[in-house]
């Protein structure tokens, strides 16, 4: 078996694999720039609750219109940002975390999502909404995925300063009266739409993984935010690559082994990464003799 049967023809003759191919490169650029900013805010695991929190208004959307890529995604939108707005009240008026509210808000959102979809869909509609097939996208959902990541981008360079100013400096921000509140909102919405984009073709429980684990793995190999978003971007896109054909080849689902790819990387950089302490440790250390 020659190189191009293995990485080349799957995507040359079948137009599936083309359109797979399309959504994880752009799903990759918009989600490299907004899962480096989650990591540098610690907010991973609010990622997390976002991504989940999406379900009751895909659920509901799937009741109106069923697989109709519209009202999954208009439902999921708005309970994303539902979720998101009640996390940040609750936070605003009680002493919780807003990452403490997140957690407790999300549960109820993905229990009422997977109810919703048990009493009046089937397994195989749950298994869907939870695990995504990015090999059943179509050119709707692909134009969902362009013009989310063509939004982001636009956004980020738009307000890049003052977002990564309230990143590391938010008092800072807000003694110059730079608006951190509206700024921090602005994010998580983007990062809303962004898990939107990832929902049809990951679903909820993996979309958050292409965000997270390349990001994570880019801190091992760099410490500025522009080199570390660069890298996260390829590694997601590679990841989708390699994971498509990994899917296609042996046969197994598509989302998983998308996810498995770039926690792979994640584990190579954790062992062989320029800035992570174990590879310091493993490495020789010279000692230097003393000329006196």
Known sequence: MT????????????????????????????????????????MSLMGDALAHAILPGAALGFLIGGFWLPALTLGGLAAGLVVALLAGAVTRTTRVREDASLGATYPIALAFGVLVISLNGSTIDLMHLLFGSILAVDDMALFLVAGIATVTLLVMATVYRPLVLECFDPGFLAALGGGGAMYHQL????????????????GTLMTVGLMILPAVAATFWAREIGSLALIATSIAATSGLVGLLISFHIDVPSGPAI??????????????????????????????????
Not at 12 to 21: I, N
């Open 3 to 42: 190189l191009y049967d293995v990485a080349l023809a799957p995507f040359v003759e079948y137009g599936f694999m083309r359109r797979a191919l399309v959504a994880c490169l752009g799903l990759s650029l918009s989600s490299g720039i907004i899962g480096t900013l989650l990591v540098l805010r610690r």
């Open 187 to 202: 994010f998580l919405g983007l990062t809303v739409l962004n898990l939107i984009a990832g929902f049809q073709a990951l």
């Open 259 to 292: 996810i498995l790819a770039a926690g792979a990387v994640f584990v190579l950089s954790v062992l062989l990464g320029p800035h992570a302490d174990l590879s310091r440790r493993l490495r020789p250390q010279t000692t230097r003799l003393d000329p006196t």
